[in-house]
């Protein structure tokens, strides 16, 4: 055991770490009225497959892609479970899509897929989702937006744990700029070290879908560099709505939309439907408080485009 201290706090979960449920609403909201009557849709990173499920009904058909095969294997069992005839999943990766040109009229990237895609490959996932559509075909995207993201108002963590196995935890320092790019430097924490024994004597924050993932600490003094083994670096590149609307125009798309759900809620509020949206009451109260919050912040936590595909062939 080393003698050397260690001094580091959890940061505690802040009071927006709320339920999404209700955020849920309202995009099978929007997603219904822009997809509407499509004859042919692909869902690119459909994970559990929940959107396609949802958007059955009223659509031809539709084809959920994504790399994980957990994903594929929970979707396929509640397209089962739920009888849908209308709709497959296979394995496929967004920067290769095996399909032939212009074979959808709608594609969907949503829940910030573009964020577990190292950021040189971004343009290639745009220039296929172009390529895969009709003339004329809509894509609809969905992405955190890195405005809210960034003033965040609360002072963030050093350092953040997960835990990838039982008692194996891997550390990541973050930094971020204004422009949407991040880095990570990633670490193996060592068994048998003091960092190690503190994280397993912590309680876990559970987050609101009770995942528990993800422990944040601010270090007070630096943790010795023998207690963590470097493992690489991880890089993202996350949206504002402009660059956003950059990132689709280049790719040829026409008629760009994005709007943030802050805005969205402010409309749905103003309009009086927003309890007809959230149907329980305690969510309700939910909603307005992040309303609220949302206008202060001056704008919302979501992204969502809305583009046509020009007729470049
Ligand atoms: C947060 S989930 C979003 C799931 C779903 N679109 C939704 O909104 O509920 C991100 C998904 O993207 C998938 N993904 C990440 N990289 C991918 C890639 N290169 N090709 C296809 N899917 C990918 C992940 O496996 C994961 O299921």
């Given at each position: 055991m080393s003698d050397q201290a260690l001094n580091l706090s959890v940061v505690p979960q802040e009071p927006c770490d709320i339920d999404f449920a209700w955020y849920d609403e309202i995009?099978?909201?929007?997603?219904?009225?822009?997809?509407?009557?499509?004859?042919?849709?692909?869902?690119?990173?459909?994970?559990?497959?929940?959107?396609?499920?949802?958007?059955?009904?009223?659509?031809?058909?539709g084809i959920g892609i994504d790399i994980s095969d957990d994903d594929l294997r929970r979707a396929e069992c509640e397209r089962q479970r739920r009888k849908?005839?209308?709709?497959?999943?296979?394995?496929?990766?967004?920067?290769?899509?095996?399909?032939?040109?212009?074979?959808?009229?709608?594609?969907?990237?949503?829940?910030?897929?573009?964020a577990y895609v190292e950021p040189g490959k971004h343009e290639a996932v745009i220039a296929e989702l172009?390529?895969?559509?009709?003339?004329?075909?809509?894509?609809?995207?969905?992405?955190?937006?890195?405005?809210?993201?960034?003033?965040?108002?609360?002072?963030?963590?050093?350092?953040?744990f997960e835990r990838p196995g039982k008692d194996t935890f891997t550390a990541h320092r973050v930094q971020r700029d204004a422009s949407g790019s991040e880095t990570s430097q990633d670490y193996e924490?060592?068994?048998?070290?003091?960092?190690?024994?503190w994280i397993l004597d912590q309680e876990w924050p559970a987050s609101p879908q009770q995942a528990s993932t993800r422990l944040e600490a601010r270090e007070h003094a630096p943790i010795p560099e023998a207690w963590l083994k470097p493992c690489g670096e991880s890089r993202y590149k996350h949206y504002c709505m402009g660059d956003l609307d950059q990132l689709y125009k280049r790719?040829?798309?026409?008629?760009?939309?994005?709007?943030?759900?802050?805005?969205?809620?402010?409309?749905?509020?103003?309009?009086?439907?927003?309890?007809?949206?959230?149907?329980?009451?305690s969510q309700l109260a939910e909603a307005e408080a992040e309303l609220a919050f949302t206008l202060r912040m001056g704008c919302g936590p979501w992204l969502f485009l809305v583009a046509e595909r020009g007729d470049s062939r």
């Amino acid at each position: 055991m080393s003698d050397q201290a260690l001094n580091l706090s959890v940061v505690p979960q802040e009071p927006c770490d709320i339920d999404f449920a209700w955020y849920d609403e309202i995009r099978d909201h929007l997603l219904r009225r822009t997809v509407g009557q499509a004859g042919q849709v692909l869902d690119v990173g459909c994970g559990p497959g929940n959107v396609l499920l949802m958007l059955s009904a009223q659509i031809g058909a539709g084809i959920g892609i994504d790399i994980s095969d957990d994903d594929l294997r929970r979707a396929e069992c509640e397209r089962q479970r739920r009888k849908v005839a209308n709709v497959t999943f296979r394995h496929a990766d967004a920067t290769a899509l095996p399909f032939p040109d212009g074979r959808f009229d709608v594609v969907l990237l949503l829940g910030d897929v573009l964020a577990y895609v190292e950021p040189g490959k971004h343009e290639a996932v745009i220039a296929e989702l172009n390529r895969v559509l009709e003339d004329g075909g809509t894509a609809v995207h969905e992405s955190m937006n890195w405005d809210w993201e960034y003033s965040w108002p609360y002072p963030a963590a050093d350092i953040a744990f997960e835990r990838p196995g039982k008692d194996t935890f891997t550390a990541h320092r973050v930094q971020r700029d204004a422009s949407g790019s991040e880095t990570s430097q990633d670490y193996e924490v060592l068994p048998g070290t003091p960092l190690h024994q503190w994280i397993l004597d912590q309680e876990w924050p559970a987050s609101p879908q009770q995942a528990s993932t993800r422990l944040e600490a601010r270090e007070h003094a630096p943790i010795p560099e023998a207690w963590l083994k470097p493992c690489g670096e991880s890089r993202y590149k996350h949206y504002c709505m402009g660059d956003l609307d950059q990132l689709y125009k280049r790719a040829g798309f026409r008629h760009v939309e994005v709007w943030s759900y802050g805005q969205t809620y402010d409309l749905v509020n103003k309009a009086g439907l927003l309890a007809q949206l959230v149907p329980l009451q305690s969510q309700l109260a939910e909603a307005e408080a992040e309303l609220a919050f949302t206008l202060r912040m001056g704008c919302g936590p979501w992204l969502f485009l809305v583009a046509e595909r020009g007729d470049s062939r």
